[in-house]
């Protein structure tokens, strides 16, 4: 089963005078519950087809497919149900709002998005933070964390709602080696305790080498495909 | 909703000194409205008391046609006997008048033997006068004996009078008056005191018994040029003018218009328009109090939505409804306006307790006689201008607000 299929998509974008091609016809399958990683120079596409699959922007031709829902023609309010509902976002500046503290930045999603109740988001809020060990830092704010800590607490936020598919744009970039390590293999974890599909993009090769389906893309172009047997079927 | 205002505390919070100094803004500004309503309304108080209570009453009664020839106390426009006995049994029979002065008024010419001059006088009956108008006494200057008004044979004159042509209390003047005729009659009075002025219509005028007027205009019946009138309910006042005008109104003069005419106070003191413009700067006030709030809250609203395009991005990002971003900035407005209202009025509040307390004096009326303002507000005035502050500053979040919840999340997240 394939939670996300790209088929011929592109995405252009003007600049100025000039029209240019982010995405040229690439066609793609991102296997449920795996951990896919798009790979690639920068402005080879990676964060355009990340942006795409989030539903933070359309395809300017072909058909993409995320969660069995096409992209196509959602309005805001309907793309912003849908991340809400389907999808969790992991970003390179971890992007943690910095007047909450962290108990309360993974909580975020279920209070002002889910709209759940204080009450009923505390078991699930308290089990994602101790499962990326971060219950010991719960009352913390943001500016008071490590890169790696703020990471996790950002993982955290992004796997709460229990969303099919979790997106990561560059989610090691600003941590250390050692650090990002341990990030990526907190993400596999959580892949393998949830179920959740996690996609992200790199082009660091110490993180691509954890990825079990890897798309290389260069250009705009997918120029080539990697995957543990079974994982992509094209 | 509790959970937005939250995160709306939060974020001001964020930005301590912009937001301190915004709210700093702002509360003056409630301030000053609570202050200058409490302490415009006070005064105005204080002066329509002085004026109603001294001189005219709260409303007065005329013949038809009386008030147009006011200045030249027209002795033809009288109330006839007949027709105050009838109106005398309205105005006994409504309780909510608690007293009334029949008055007669007129010109004369007034001699000390030395001098001449003349003078607007009005004739009353001295324990109704009191009564219609309480404060009256406490004009009277040298008086020949205190706590009494006049007696028959006896005048009070204004005293820009006594003190012009020297006269004393106990001297004997000459008053010299033609009735509605044209014959001239004379009589002389003693003065048993000096008036003080004040500002409007009867603030200059002297006083003499009422018979004493009656027999030196040489009327065979009692004719009154104007009933002064005082009510229960000052606040109600219309309504009782509008009450004795519908109670007077089958009394008609031979051409089958009504004989009497009412006004009150505020038609007959040129005051009223002081209490007007008194209200028109409270308004202004309360307009620069909208400006203040306008522009400060759109300004520091649009500060923190153009400093937090990146964090717009990941809410939006993360499945925050536009919506929802909407209701996140116009709470951080509501709530600073909320904060500042709230401060601005315990202290505005707190600054008349404190004016009560000290004594704010003002002098009022060419003797610049002292009044002790009681500023105080109504509880609904906090509240109005509360909410005039929520209100503008729900407003002026809207716009930067509004371009938080357009921001595309994409753009937003490229945003450094």
Redesign the interface.
């Known amino acids: 089963m394939d939670i996300v299929v790209f088929d011929n998509v592109t995405k252009a974008y003007r600049s100025g005078e000039v029209t240019v091609d982010a995405l040229r016809d690439v066609t793609l399958r991102i296997p449920e519950k795996s951990f896919t990683a798009l790979v690639g120079p920068s402005g080879s596409g990676k964060t355009t087809a990340l942006?795409l699959i989030?539903c933070?922007?359309q395809p300017t031709r072909g058909t993409l497919t995320v969660a069995g829902q096409a992209m196509a023609g959602m309005s805001?309010?309907q793309g912003?149900?849908?991340?809400?509902?389907h999808?969790?976002?992991v970003?390179q500046d971890f992007?943690l709002?910095?007047?909450?503290s962290v108990y309360e930045n993974v909580e975020?999603?279920l209070?002002?998005?889910r709209r759940m109740s204080k009450k009923a988001c505390r078991p699930e809020v308290t089990r994602l933070l101790a499962s990326v060990g971060m219950e010991d830092q719960a009352d913390k704010y943001p500016a008071q964390l490590s890169g790696g800590q703020k990471q996790r607490t950002a993982v955290a936020?992004a796997l709460v709602g229990q969303p099919a598919l979790v997106l990561a744009d560059e989610p090691t970039a600003n941590l250390d080696g050692q650090t990002a390590q341990k990030v990526i293999a907190l993400m596999k974890r959580m892949r393998d305790e949830f179920g959740t599909t996690f996609v992200f993009s790199t082009h660091d090769p110490r993180i691509m080498e954890q990825a079990e389906v890897l798309f290389h893309l260069e250009d705009g172009r997918l120029v080539d495909t990697q995957a543990a047997p079974g994982e992509v079927d094209r | 909703m509790m959970?937005?205002l939250g995160?709306a505390f939060?974020?001001l919070?964020?930005y301590k000194r912009r937001s301190l100094l915004t709210g700093l803004l702002i509360t003056v500004g409630v301030v000053a409205v609570i202050v200058f309503v409490g302490l415009s309304g006070a005064f105005k108080e204080a002066i329509v008391g002085q004026i109603t209570d001294a001189v005219l009453s709260h409303l007065q009664v005329h013949r038809r046609g009386y008030m147009a020839s006011i200045d030249n106390l027209p002795l033809d426009r009288m109330i006839p006997a007949a027709a105050y006995k009838r109106l005398e049994g309205v105005l006994q029979a409504n309780p909510a008048v608690t007293a009334y002065s029949p008055r007669i008024k007129f010109a004369a010419m007034l001699s000390n033997y030395a001098q001449t001059t003349n003078v607007r006088l009005n004739g009353i009956d001295p324990a109704k006068e009191t009564a219609a108008v309480p404060l009256l006494p406490s004009r009277v200057r040298h008086a020949a004996e205190p706590g009494r008004l006049l007696q028959p044979g006896e005048v009070l004159l204004p005293e820009v009078l006594t003190r012009g042509m020297e006269i004393k209390t106990g001297d004997t003047i000459v008053l010299v008056a033609n009735n509605k005729d044209g014959s001239v009659n004379g009589m002389t009075f003693t003065v048993a005191g000096e008036v003080e002025s004040l500002m409007g219509p009867g603030g200059r005028d002297g006083y003499l018994h009422i018979d004493d007027a009656a027999a030196l205009l040489r009327m065979e019946t009692m004719e009154i040029s104007e009933v002064a009138v005082r009510v229960k309910d000052f606040d109600g006042l219309q309504a009782i003018a509008d009450g004795l005008e519908a109670a007077l109104a089958d009394m008609k003069t031979p051409r089958d218009t009504p004989l009497f005419e009412l006004h009150t106070w505020e038609a007959l003191s040129p005051f009223y328009n002081v209490v007007r413009m008194i209200d028109l700067m409270a308004l202004g006030i309360q307009v620069i109090l909208i400006a203040l709030v306008l522009i400060s809250v759109l300004n520091v609203m649009m500060m923190s939505v153009y400093e937090r395009v990146?964090?717009i991005g990941?809410l939006?990002?993360?499945?925050?409804?536009?919506?929802?971003i909407l209701s996140l900035f116009v709470a951080e407005g509501f709530s600073l306006g909320l904060v500042s209202a709230l401060v601005g009025s315990a202290l505005g509040m707190g600054a008349l307790y404190v004016c009560n307390l000290v004594g704010v004096q003002v002098a009022f009326g060419r003797a610049g006689q002292l009044f002790t303002l009681l500023p105080r507000i109504a509880f609904g005035e906090v509240v109005l201008t509360c909410l005039i502050v929520l209100a503008v500053s729900v407003l002026a979040s809207l716009q930067p607000a509004a371009k938080a919840a357009r921001l595309e999340?994409?753009e937003a997240?490229r945003h450094v």
């Open positions: 942006n989030g933070l922007d805001r309010r912003a149900a849908f991340r809400g509902a999808l969790g976002f970003f992007s709002l910095p007047v909450l975020y999603p209070r002002m998005i936020r | 959970d937005i995160l939060k974020n919070l964020r990146r964090e990941t939006a990002a993360m499945g925050t409804s536009p919506g929802r999340p994409v997240l």
